[in-house]
Each structure stands twice: as C-alpha cells, then as structure tokens.
Nanobody, 121 residues
Framework: QLQASGGGLVQSGDSLRLSCAASGRTFSNYNMGWFRQAPGKEREFVAGISWSGVITFYADSAKGRFTISRDNAKNTGYLQMNSLKPEDTAVYYC????????????????WGQGTLVTVSS
C-alpha cells in the first residue's frame, strides 16, 4: 500500500513537500516515481528515483524546481516542490516498480491514491 500526502492549496512561488509512505512491501526493492494528472489531461511523469536513490531523473517541467528523494529506512519517498506555478496544479501520485527506473507509467505496478496540489496565481 502507498499513501501519498502533503498536498494542499498554495500560492504561486510557494513550496510543498509530498510524502509517499509504503507499507506491506520492501520499499528498497523498488524504483519510485511521481506522476501527476491535471483536470482534463492525461497523467504525466514528474520525477523518478532508483531503488538505491543514486539515480534521479525529471520531466523538463520539474527540472530545477522539484527534487525527488527517498529514505529506505523509513519506507518513505518525497517530492520537494519549489517555485510552484499554477500549471503544477494536479493530483500527484507516487508509484513503485521493479522494471527499471523509467518515465513510463507502464513500468510502475503499485500506485498510491494521490494527493491534490492546487497552486493559485
């Protein structure tokens, strides 16, 4: 089970940190990704991190503003989001997968319920 949290209503330029708590699985066995889905749009990749935390990668929209990290001892992953923009408004999902650290949602088998981030201008 994955539990995403930390979303909320913020203003443009603010920061938020999302958390993804895993239970029932060995968190460190899996790569982790964050995805988001805005109203009326398809789900898109935001950031990914390898099981060890050594490899991180980002969508162009997230580079320089978002930081993905994980604490395997706490079975928790994070997405630090800075300089938020109204276009970042979406439901954010964390996901775990063991088919390689990729941007494709098809490679993530386990998904959390999502947390809503709303950025006002």
């Amino acid at each position: 089970q994955l539990q995403a949290s930390g979303g909320g209503l913020v203003q443009s330029g603010d920061s938020l940190r999302l958390s993804c708590a895993a239970s029932g699985r060995t968190f460190s066995n899996y790569n982790m990704g964050w995805f988001r889905q805005a109203p009326g749009k398809e789900r898109e990749f935001v950031a990914g991190i390898s099981w060890s935390g050594v490899i991180t990668f980002y969508a162009d929209s997230a580079k320089g503003r978002f930081t993905i990290s994980r604490d395997n001892a706490k079975n928790t992953g994070y997405l630090q989001m800075n300089s938020l923009k109204p276009e970042d408004t979406a439901v954010y999902y964390c996901a775990l997968g063991d088919l390689g650290a990729t941007r494709s949602s098809d490679n993530y088998a386990y998904w959390g319920q999502g947390t809503l981030v709303t950025v006002s201008s």
